[in-house]
């Protein structure tokens, strides 16, 4: 920038000086602050009957995922159901429950392009029966307690979804709901997931552990996020798996695959459905 003229010495102007053109905005910098905020906004609740649109995560959203050949696995368009008329959002002020008037079962992430859904998972009415979701974990007597916890915490059902893509990574997703967020949040952080590892441990895991290289960036407000990764030596599957609580339901992520998985379609997965949950 050039040295402003001295005004107290300049001679006064016979005609108003021209007005000077309007800044221009940096295009680039609001290009990135659109990107940003289509990765982390949250969708609140506007009406009763509204379907909320989420727009599928690019590849420069999230922190530490934002090259083209990064793994990406492509989704269709998502959107939230819309709510039962006269039924706010979970977390709108007047739902003090955090409840999620809306099916569970349209709450699931789909599938992504290419992918082989497991039909199984969707039970005979969308429905997921407890015995199958605890086949999710190693020990029999993990399984039992945690049968005993879900009863007695008064869980109402699961709605399940997996699928497999081609490079043969294994997706498994399960929401579980109860009657209120407040049981939710005592079921999620001392009991289910603490930080440094899972209380308990998956079928086909050893050890797992708290997964460091999950990016913060990528956290969607309201909802709960512990990551876990399986500590090596691996199994025959390395598995990524990842609890979420958000209002009255928890979410179980698991993802699996020989040798190893991939972390990208790991993060992508969890923070599209955090957004869905949120």
């Known amino acids: 920038m050039t040295e402003q003229q001295n005004l107290a010495a300049a001679p006064l102007p016979q005609e108003p000086p021209a007005a000077p053109p309007p800044a221009r905005r940096d295009r680039r910098a609001l290009r990135a602050v659109l ?3 289509a990765a982390v906004a949250v969708f ?3 009406g009763a009957a509204t379907a909320y649109g989420i727009t599928r995560l690019e590849r420069t959203d999230v922190p530490g995922l934002a090259t083209e050949s990064d793994g990406r696995w492509t989704y269709p368009a998502l959107t939230r159901p819309p709510l039962p008329p006269g039924r706010p959002g979970p977390f709108a002020a007047s739902n003090r429950a955090n409840t999620h008037y809306a099916d569970l079962r349209a709450l699931l992430l789909p599938a992504p392009e290419g992918a082989e859904e497991d039909k199984e998972l969707r039970g005979g009415d969308g429905w997921l029966a407890t015995e ?3 086949t999710q974990y190693a020990s029999e007597e993990d399984a039992e ?3 005993r916890q879900l009863t007695d915490h008064g869980l109402r059902h699961i709605a399940a979804r997996g699928w497999t893509t081609q490079d043969g990574t294994r997706t498994r997703i399960y ?3 109860f009657d209120t967020a407040a049981v939710t949040d005592e079921l999620f952080g001392p009991w289910l997931a603490p930080y440094g590892q899972p209380r308990y441990q998956l ?3 050893a050890m797992s552990g ?3 290289a999950f990016p913060d960036a990528a956290q969607v407000e309201n909802v709960q996020r512990t990551p876990y990764d399986e500590q090596e030596p691996y199994g025959v599957e390395h598995v990524r798996h990842a609890y979420l609580a958000a209002g009255d339901t928890l979410a179980l992520v698991v993802q699996s695959r020989e040798k190893a998985a991939p972390a990208v379609p790991f993060q992508q997965t969890v923070t599209l ?3 869905l949950l949120g």
Request: proline share 0%.
């Open 175 to 177: 929401l579980l709901q």
């Open 273 to 275: 459905q955090s957004q």
């Open 145 to 147: 307690e945690i049968r």
């Open 132 to 134: 199958d979701f605890l």
């Open 203 to 205: 079928r086909g895991t």
């Open 35 to 37: 990107r940003w905020s």
């Open 210 to 212: 708290h997964d460091e």
């Open 44 to 46: 609140a609740a506007v």
